[in-house]
């Protein structure tokens, strides 16, 4: 299907990020393409496919919060849940945090461009995995009521495009489309 089209590799480089060039490794050394429906349950580990085990990178979550620690961002604690114990990782940089939901507020209201394909890619990719990941609505909790309604409009405006005729509009964002349309399905 368009909408969901296969992940084909273009340069193996290493990134300099364990997790990424993992990810490369596997994409090179998968038979067949696969699409970007089946790389996020892969890499994601929510795949029972037997045969895209080896695929799959192990213990994702806890190895990007691993290295958000390492960057100060998080912090690692020990909750107790009456009858065990859990490491969790709060924010530990707020402004980190801050500058991050302030970016995204602002491209939705002073920044807006009201066309996908003038927005900053880093941009769009933020709003489409903040809407997969469902914060959307955290993300502009702290805006008063008028500017809030107007972020989640045109939000929801631009997360309700069709992903195939926004891709084909502007080179470089065909992975992001291809990300919504698979989280949409």
């Not at 368009?2 to 992940?7: I, K, R």
């Not at 530990?92 to 491209?107: G, I, V």
Request: charged share 30%; glycine share 2%; proline share 4%.
């Amino acid at each position: 299907s368009p909408l969901l089209p296969q992940v084909l590799l273009k340069s193996d480089a290493p990134t300099g990020d364990v997790l990424l060039d993992e990810t490369l490794r596997h994409i090179k050394a998968t038979e067949s393409a696969e699409t970007v429906q089946t790389w996020i349950e892969l890499l994601t580990g929510e795949t029972w496919n037997p045969f895209k085990l080896q695929y799959q990178l192990r213990n994702v979550r806890e190895r990007l919060a691993k290295a958000l620690v390492e960057k100060g961002i998080l912090s690692t604690e020990k909750q107790n849940f009456l009858l065990f114990d859990m490491t969790t990782h709060p924010v530990s940089n707020a402004s980190e945090k801050q500058r991050l939901l302030r970016r995204l507020q602002e491209s939705v209201l002073e920044r807006w461009v009201n066309e996908p394909q003038r927005m900053e890619r880093r941009t769009l990719a933020l709003l489409v995995l903040a809407h997969a990941s469902d914060v959307l609505e955290n993300v502009f909790s702290s805006l008063a009521d008028d500017k809030y309604d107007v972020a989640m409009n045109r939000t929801k405006d631009l997360l309700d495009m069709d992903p195939e005729v926004e891709a084909a509009k502007a080179r470089g964002t065909e992975m992001i489309w291809a990300v919504l349309a698979a989280f949409n399905k």
